[in-house]
């Protein structure tokens, strides 16, 4: 069966430090992935998606960036946090094909102070 | 598109009636829904899915109905719990599009004992 890990679960980090939150996923090849950000109490917004290794596609322009290094791992990063960085980050993979549901990890809560 | 920048809606219901969420969708070639169940600091869960060549479909406790006419989805949850509070986001996809959901707003279910 296919499994998606996301660490860490919860972040405190300093304005202007950099991130680093990491997301794998087991028992599948050829993944979409995907890295959705939520504000408390608001809605899901997609910042990256990633259909192979290499292949990253922006959503949102902003202090972020991704990278997909292996077929089953994606990366979300920042050289610098910004107290706007703050949020819950999910991670997602899908089957490559129509009309299938995306799987979430866990989630990380990252707070920039 | 994803409202993100909104405030949940809140639907409150006593434990044990019914509950109904709904969400409509604007792209009428969307031909895949799906329904997501998010407990506070997890990720969305799937409950369940539809299929454009469906008007209903039943799971656990869970309906989910489809009016392709007046583009609109909605979950029906029989004898709601307290285990059924929520945040539950409903999903679409369009067919020959990647794979790429686009998600609701999400509702806000809280379930009084």
């Known amino acids: 069966s296919q499994t998606i890990h996301q660490w860490p679960a919860t972040l405190v980090q300093p304005v202007g430090s950099p991130l680093s939150l990491e997301c794998t996923v087991e028992g599948t090849s050829n993944p979409n992935l995907y890295w959705y950000r939520q504000a408390a109490g608001r809605g899901l917004q997609l910042l990256f998606y990633s259909v192979g290794i290499g292949q990253i596609s922006s959503e949102v322009p902003q202090n972020l960036s991704a990278s997909r290094p292996q077929d089953r791992q994606f990366i979300l990063s920042s050289k610098k946090l910004l107290l706007s960085d703050s949020g819950f980050y999910l991670c997602a993979w899908s089957k490559r094909v129509d009309n299938y549901g995306y799987t979430f990890g866990s989630g990380t809560r990252l707070t920039v102070v | 598109g994803e409202s993100v920048g909104l405030h949940l809606p809140t639907l409150s219901v006593q434990e044990g009636d019914n509950s109904i969420i709904n969400c409509a969708y604007s792209n009428s070639a969307s031909d895949y829904f799906i329904w997501y169940k998010q407990e506070s600091g997890k990720g969305p869960q799937f409950i369940i899915d539809i299929r454009s060549n469906m008007d209903k479909r039943q799971g656990q406790r869970v309906t989910v109905l489809l009016n392709k006419t007046v583009k609109h989805l909605s979950l029906q949850i029989a004898a709601t719990q307290p285990g059924d509070s929520a945040v539950y986001f409903c999903?679409?996809?369009?067919?020959?599009?990647?794979?790429?959901?686009?998600f609701g707003g999400g509702t806000r279910l809280m379930v009084k004992p």
């Open positions: 999903a679409e996809n369009e067919d020959n599009a990647g794979n790429m959901l686009t």
